[in-house]
């Protein structure tokens, strides 16, 4: 049997797909930090042909993430969605405030 956070999982890839021919990509889906790892076995699960980016970890690792997986050479971005949580949207915006407002 599903559990209740599987079955919204599945509705809102079953969405996307469903909007695949028409979307505007990428997608952003911000969820908690604990159901990340359900958001990436279920896009792999359901939609192995999307290139989706589960965006979390430390400094690091999410520096990592955007070198590796965020653009191409040509600077296009290559994911069509990114799975992150609040908290990191919220570190990432508060970094690049202030590094935007108080550099030299």
């Avoid at 509705?11 to 469903?18: D, G």
Wanted: overall charge negative; charged content about 20%.
């Amino acid at each position: 049997m599903m559990s209740l956070l599987q079955e919204q999982i599945t509705k809102v890839i079953s969405f996307i797909l469903s909007l695949s021919s028409n979307a505007s990509w990428p997608f952003l889906i911000i969820t908690t930090s604990a159901s990340l790892h359900s958001w990436e076995e279920e896009l792999f699960r359901l939609a192995p042909s999307l290139y989706a980016v589960v965006y979390h970890g430390n400094k690091d690792i999410r520096k990592s993430i955007r070198k590796l997986e965020f653009y191409s050479e040509g600077g296009c971005i290559m994911f069509q969605i990114l799975v992150t949580s609040p908290e990191v949207i919220i570190e990432v915006s508060i970094h690049d405030y202030l590094r935007d407002q108080f550099s030299c």
